[in-house]
């Protein structure tokens, strides 16, 4: 999702002041995830767009460039969502390092979910819900009518809903009770039918300028604002329970915060995803989003409540597409390519996640949707806790040579070990070479960056002469939400090639966007040549800084620097090639060669069958056994089009033989892991069993990289040595090759208390390369040194936690309580003519923390 919120402030005051006004227009995004090629087909044909002789060729053109809008940049999620994330995963990670994998799993088993959806049907006047024009065939979800049980069914009942012929399915309330082991509780009601103001094209009609449906959220609004204005104070406060953005910062998110919690929107026309029925590219794309992002939602009128997110999805929606939209309104990202390659090879998941191609899994394609990954699995435990998953982690170095033995259960049985999970040492990833030596600066990757690198220079007085500050850039950063500035004693300076001021943000003399878009660029890399004028500064000790600052989504590759230089004229100054540490100040950048630092990874190995809801994989012809999957967190999507080969989740193809030039959705049919022979399967003539996987080999699918996966050869095999005949269970044998010469990673310290003072010593073992670390003293101050020394203001009794992190990016944690004194003494009063002291100790110098900690992140709030 790219763009953000473009209403302008001015309709915005103009909607705010007449309370009952929808706001200008918002785009909303497309969701590749529930395309459905063969009904866009059938309705093309339909619609008279594509003649029924014409060739596949012509066909397959034809879908391609009809879902072409789906690749396409996608609006921004809201900033204080992704904020949320950022404080429950710190959250997390503090919860993790006090609690053994075994603990966690024991209490978190008891803890339960329940979420209360508003779900609203919305009509328009010229497309009625019992006048839709649709007959058999136009959908395999047909029915003569589509009256409100229909969907209270289909999304909440107990006991499923009825399909077109009659067929018991599974309602949205089953998938998420059966997937999370009964500990996830879908309920809600569903309120309608009602009648838009507009007609249909009005809100489906596609945005000149970013071909995505352009008025769904005026939609939005009239649908909730109908179904509020026929229900009570009490019942509408029933929908608002929850406070996931911890609005008022008490920690607390189980509570009101003036947000509807949860909506459905259902409108009257068959998906734009699925061939947009009569509407064609004028039918609304299923999606989630959100409204009046700049307000924190939209205030409803006659209420006391906002609308902010939603979902959206059409007449004919099955499950799988309510179940997946939903995944995101959970937090879930999508598991397809999200690229322009999403009309062609895809990611290497396909059915057999919920979050990828799953959705649509089903004798009636939508209607059994499959499970969900296991990093999906993995989110909504760490998240909702509950038996989403039962994992075993197994670590590389408790792997024999000689091989154990382990029994997996199917992943729809939540009662006993259904997930095994083996961290990986991170492997550093390809990068660029430095623009000259053997090192060079970068900026480091990833979303809601603040990264500085600074140095100090005197600088001469001059008069007449001209200081120049010069540096060599290779950058790719989302153009104006992400940016690099040069400041000097923080103030940011104009340069060559920097953008005055710019849109999204307040920032001032920014390099933004792509350094290939310069013309004067050298290589492949596209390196730049950024000078700055420093002359105004003559006479004085400046500090330089050179930052990275990002935004909340849409993670390029940064920047890198090198060759950094300042000239009195031609009298050079100050120099710094990178090629010797220790000459700058590294605050998130790193001093790197030509590979990054790459984050941790780890297989995940599922036994997946077809029973509960992996009974849809049957009827795709995806076979059952042992899956093998990759997590890779070195990659924030799946887009293998971009990165072959990478993803941040994927799934190792057993059967590296290709079926044709098939998409990767069906290549990967056979990726399982098994003791039993192949199905049958059009154009697949390679059918026996695959039962080892073994590392050394190649899995990468090289006649189609981006439906193969890149390993790390490290001696790991995995070998399934039996299965149930109905795949309820199966043995594997895990070995390692290499077992003798992996030690793990482990840490404790020693301490000396002396009163209110500590001395810490750490002691590690197993590291490989050098060691940063992470103190928490359990009074709220932290440290990075190796033995340090701390005095606690009051005694008591604190844990202490030390986390170190190796090059691997291996982490190893140990804890220890300490017990602090202070000796007494009588008081001593000061002589009357001595002036205070410090005036407010600790509490002083935390509280400018905790401004210069709120001025950034309004400054990154900044438009």
């Known amino acids: 999702m790219r763009s953000i919120n473009d209403i302008t402030a001015f309709v915005l005051m103009l909607a705010l002041m007449s309370g009952a006004s929808i706001a200008a227009p918002n785009h909303t995004p497309a969701d590749a995830g529930v395309i459905n090629k063969e009904r866009i087909l059938y309705w093309l044909i339909e619609r008279g767009e594509v003649s029924v002789d014409a060739s596949e060729s012509v066909k397959q053109a034809a879908v391609e460039a009809y879902i072409h809008r789906a690749t396409l940049a996608q609006p921004k999620a809201p900033r204080i969502e992704v904020e949320a994330e950022h404080a429950r995963l710190q959250q997390s990670k503090s919860s993790k390092l006090m609690r053994s994998p075994a603990q966690r799993l024991v209490a978190d088993a008891d803890v339960t979910k329940t979420v209360k959806v508003l779900a ?247 209607a059994q949707p499959s499970g969900f990954s296991p ?159 420093l002359s105004g500064f003559s006479g004085t000790a400046v500090p330089i800084e050179i930052n990275y600052v990002t935004d909340e989504y849409a993670s390029e590759s940064g920047v890198t620097i090198d060759n950094i230089s300042i000239k009195q004229n031609t009298t050079e100054l100050y120099a710094d090639n990178a090629e010797v540490a220790g000459k700058v100040t590294l605050n998130g950048y790193s001093r790197i060669q030509d590979a990054r630092p790459g984050a941790p990874s780890r297989y995940l190995v599922q036994l997946r069958s077809h029973n509960g809801v992996d009974a849809g994989l049957r009827v795709a012809g995806f076979d059952p056994g042992v899956l093998l999957w990759l997590e890779n967190l070195s990659y924030y999507d799946n887009n293998v089009s971009a990165h072959p080969g990478y993803s941040l989740i994927g799934v190792i193809d057993a059967d590296q033989n290709m079926i044709g030039t098939r998409s990767t959705d069906e290549q990967i049919r056979d990726a399982a892991f098994s003791t039993v022979r192949q199905t049958a399967f059009a154009g697949d003539s390679h059918l026996n069993a695959v039962s080892l996987f073994d590392d050394s080999l190649d899995y990468s699918a090289p006649l189609q990289p981006q439906s193969g996966m890149v390993l790390q050869k490290l001696g790991l095999t995995m070998e399934v040595l039996s299965q149930a005949s109905n795949n309820s269970t199966a043995v594997v044998r895990l070995a390692n090759a290499n077992s003798a010469v992996i030690v793990p990673l482990t840490v404790s310290f020693t301490k000396t208390v002396n009163q209110l003072a500590v001395n810490f010593v750490s002691n590690t073992q197993g590291a490989v390369g050098a060691v940063t670390y992470a103190w928490d003293f359990g009074d709220g101050t932290t440290s990075t040194a190796a033995a340090p020394t701390h005095t606690y203001t009051a005694a008591g009794t604190y844990t202490v936690t030390l986390t170190v992190t190796d090059t691997q990016n291996t982490t190893a944690s140990s804890s220890s309580t300490v017990t602090v004194t202070a000796s007494v003494t009588p008081p001593v009063t000061p002589p009357s003519s001595e002036g205070s002291g410090g005036g407010g100790g600790s509490l002083g110098w935390l509280s400018l923390a905790f401004l210069g900690l709120f001025a950034w992140r309004r400054q990154l709030h900044a438009y």
């Not at 943000?505 to 310069?518: D, K, L, P, V």
């Open 375 to 533: 990093y999906a699995r993995s989110y909504l435990q760490e998240k909702y806790k509950g038996k989403w998953l039962n994992e075993r982690e197994i670590t590389l170095a408790s792997i024999p040579k000689s091989g154990m033995e382990l029994t997996l259960n199917e992943a729809v049985n939540h009662q006993a070990v259904n997930q095994i999970s083996i961290p990986l040492p991170a492997a550093p990833i390809p990068f660029k070479a430095p623009y000259q030596g053997r090192y060079q600066y970068y900026s480091g990757q990833g979303n809601m960056l603040n990264n500085s690198m600074s140095f100090a220079v005197n600088l001469p007085t001059v008069t007449s002469d001209k200081l120049t500050l010069t540096m060599k850039a290779s950058w790719s950063m989302e153009p104006d939400y992400d940016y690099m500035q040069v400041k000097v004693r923080g103030t940011a300076i104009p340069g060559n090639y920097t953008k005055s001021v710019n849109a999204m943000n307040s920032a001032r003399h920014i390099i933004t966007g792509e350094s290939s878009a310069i013309p004067q660029a050298e290589g492949n890399d596209a390196w730049v040549t950024l000078e700055y004028d």
């Open 120 to 366: 609203v049907l919305i009509d328009f006047p010229n497309l009625k819900y019992n006048n839709n024009g649709l007959k058999t065939g136009d959908t395999e979800m047909f029915y003569p009518s589509y009256p409100v049980a229909h969907y209270k069914d289909l999304l909440f009942s107990t006991s499923g809903f009825k399909g077109p012929q009659g067929q018991t399915f599974d309602s949205g309330y089953q998938y998420y009770q059966a997937v999370s082991g009964k500990t996830f509780f879908f309920t809600g009601d569903v309120k309608g039918w009602y009648t838009a103001s507009q007609n249909a094209e009005y809100y489906g009609a596609n945005d000149a300028q970013t071909d995505s449906d352009a008025n769904v959220t005026e939609l939005i609004k009239e649908a909730v604002s109908q179904a509020v204005a026929d229900m009570s104070a009490a019942e509408l406060a029933s929908y608002d329970v929850e406070d996931p953005y911890d609005l008022n910062n008490n920690g607390n998110l189980d509570e009101p915060d003036g947000i509807i919690d949860h909506v459905m929107i259902f409108h009257s026309s068959i998906g734009e995803e699925a061939g947009g029925g009569k509407l064609g590219a004028n039918a609304i794309w299923s999606h989630r989003y959100f409204v009046d992002q700049r307000t924190r939602g939209y205030a409803i009128p006659n209420s006391t409540k906002k609308l902010f997110g939603y979902t959206i999805q059409p007449i004919d929606a099955g499950t799988g597409v309510c179940t997946h939209e939903f995944g995101h309104d959970l937090g879930l990202p999508d598991e397809y390519d999200t690229s322009s390659n999403t009309n062609k090879d895809g990611s290497p998941v396909g059915l057999w996640s919920l979050m990828s191609g799953g959705s649509w899994a089903g004798s009636i394609a939508g």
